[in-house]
Structure formats: structure tokens, C-alpha cells
């Protein structure tokens, strides 16, 4: 293939890609409930994502350093604790499973999305991935020593998010700890499918658990076009007297 023609090719296939993008969005504003055309689908009450709305980057290299920095302090932050059972809440096609269930005895990794999980089974096919509703967690009261979320909870509505909150509580076990990734950055700021909460609130419905980790992930930040996915909250039972 000459330059020119793989130049030309290209520009038919960018041009393709505006056009569309330019339906979807003319769409969009005669039909406001859509989502067509997003990478992110509402399913029911909840929202769920197409495969290209799990994880983004401007390029390959940037996805990869991406998830390098993100498992990286994953790591960093559950070293040293004891985890015989883990849950991950909201796995989608399983990214982050293998670097949580490396943490632990037991890792079960749950989604409301049948075809991401499907994915996530292929690809990984000794961990255990398993079909939610999206209510109520499937497991008894003091199940799990550590309960994840990555860029979830911020996807759940207001007046499902206490309800959320409080299975996650239920299903961890006494000393258990929760590691989340959530968007924080512009609470009561109206989205269409995002609710930016403040680290308070997080750290208040789950009470008495302490915040002992609040960051962004200052690696990504730093990234050309990318930043932070959420800011990463740890929570750990107070230490004992």
C-alpha cells in the first residue's frame, strides 16, 4: 500500500467516523433519553457500558500505562493484609480481576453486564465472574474480606446508592477492608450518567470504617490526555486499642 493511498484511506475513514458522530448526536438532541452512539448504555435503572466504554486512552501505549499505574497501587495498598475472600463489585470484562484475585484465597467478580462477562470468562478463565441484578448482592452477611469497586458506585443514581452502599457493608466480614475508585472530583454537578460524590460521603455511610488512603492516581494525571479514572479511597476497620 502506497502513503498516499493509506493516507487517503484514512480520511475516508475518519470522515466515516465524524459522519456518524454526527448522526448520533443529531439524535440525541430530538431524542434526548438516547444513548446511542455512547459508550455507555442505560440497562434498566442502571448504567453498563459497550466494550469501548470500560477503559479509555488516547492510544494503546497510554492504555497500557494506564493500567501499569492503576495495578501498581492496587498492589501497593493491599499489600500486607490477609485476604482469604474477595468481591469486585462491577468487573466488567474482568481488566483489574486478575490483580485482585492474585490478592486473595477466593476473588468472585460480579457485573450486571451478560456480555462483558462472557468476555471476561474467555479471557480469564479460572476466576469466577458471575451475572448480578444490580440490588441486592447474592451472598451472606459477612462474606468477603475485601469488597472493590473501580469507577462504579459513581454510576449508580442517588436514590440507589445507599441501598448499594449499605449490601457492601453487609456482605464484609468484621476487619474486612473496601478499596474503591470513584469520581469525586465535582459533586452535585448534573451528568447523564455519572454522580460525582464527596470523599465524606463515602466515608460516612461506611462508618465506623476509617479512610486511611484519598488520592488521585498522580502517575495518570501526568499522562498526555488522561487523567486520574477516580479518586482511590481505602477504607480499614479502626485500629485496636
Known sequence: MTPSF????????????????AAFRAWR??????TAGLPWKRQGEHITFTWTGFVSAPSIPML???????????????????????????CGFGRLSPTFAARSDTHVAI?????????AQVAYP???????DGN????????????????????????????ALAEIRRVLASGGIILMCEETRNPGQPFRHVWHRDPGFYEQAL????????SYIQEINRLPGLISPGRVMLFEPAPSR
Not at 126 to 131: A, G, N, S
Open 29 to 34: 438532541q430530538i431524542n434526548p433519553s438516547s
Open 136 to 163: 441486592d448482592l447474592p451472598f451472606p452477611d459477612d462474606s468477603f474480606d475485601l469488597v472493590t469497586t473501580w469507577s462504579v458506585l459513581q454510576h449508580i443514581p442517588p436514590h440507589k446508592i445507599g441501598h
Open 111 to 119: 457485573d450486571i453486564n451478560p456480555e462483558a462477562l462472557a468476555e
Open 6 to 21: 493509506s493516507r487517503a484511506a484514512h480520511n475516508i475513514d475518519r470522515a466515516r467516523s465524524l459522519a456518524r458522530r
Open 64 to 90: 497500557f500505562a494506564r493500567h501499569h499505574y492503576e495495578t501498581a497501587l492496587i498492589n501497593r495498598l493491599l499489600r500486607g493484609h490477609s485476604i482469604s475472600r474477595s468481591l469486585e463489585v462491577g
Open 207 to 214: 462508618g465506623p470504617l476509617n479512610m486511611t488512603y484519598s
Open 126 to 132: 479460572h476466576l469466577t465472574f458471575q451475572l448480578v
